[in-house]
């Protein structure tokens, strides 16, 4: 079982001042909780392309999971979340090598 994604950040914040706002910010989407849940399992770089399967099933309802989706998500990932948590210094993202450092 996974910690709450409330932990996670704390986590993953250690060392940066995030406020509380912020916080609530990263914490309000529900791909952003799974992506840093997803992410907290692994201990190397990642790229949104390794991580997009498992969020995408991770947030499926029905367990049904096809290409469309899967790339749905990669392009989310890519995009919108994986910048916001690099712009709040909970990771980093480079959007030219695709790399995600933890």
């Given at each position: 079982?996974?910690?709450p994604a409330?932990?996670?950040?704390?986590?993953?914040?250690?060392?940066?001042?995030?406020?509380?706002?912020?916080?609530?910010?990263?914490l309000?989407?529900?791909e952003?909780?799974?992506?840093?849940?997803?992410?907290?399992d692994?201990?190397?770089?990642?790229t949104?392309?390794?991580i997009?399967?498992?969020?995408?099933?991770?947030?499926?309802?029905?367990?049904?999971?096809?290409s469309?989706?899967?790339?749905?998500?990669?392009?989310?990932?890519?995009?919108?979340?994986?910048?916001?948590?690099?712009v709040?210094?909970?990771?980093?993202?480079?959007?030219?090598?695709?790399?995600?450092?933890?």
């Open positions: 079982m996974n910690p409330t932990e996670l950040l704390n986590e993953f914040v250690e060392g940066t001042e995030l406020t509380e706002s912020k916080r609530h910010e990263v309000a989407n529900e952003r909780r799974i992506t840093l849940q997803v992410l907290a692994r201990s190397t770089t990642a949104p392309r390794d997009a399967p498992e969020v995408a099933s991770r947030k499926s309802e029905s367990g049904t999971l096809d469309e989706i899967i790339s749905s998500v990669e392009v989310a990932l890519h995009h919108i979340h994986l910048p916001k948590l690099d709040c210094d909970i990771i980093e993202y480079n959007p030219n090598s695709r790399r995600i450092e933890i």
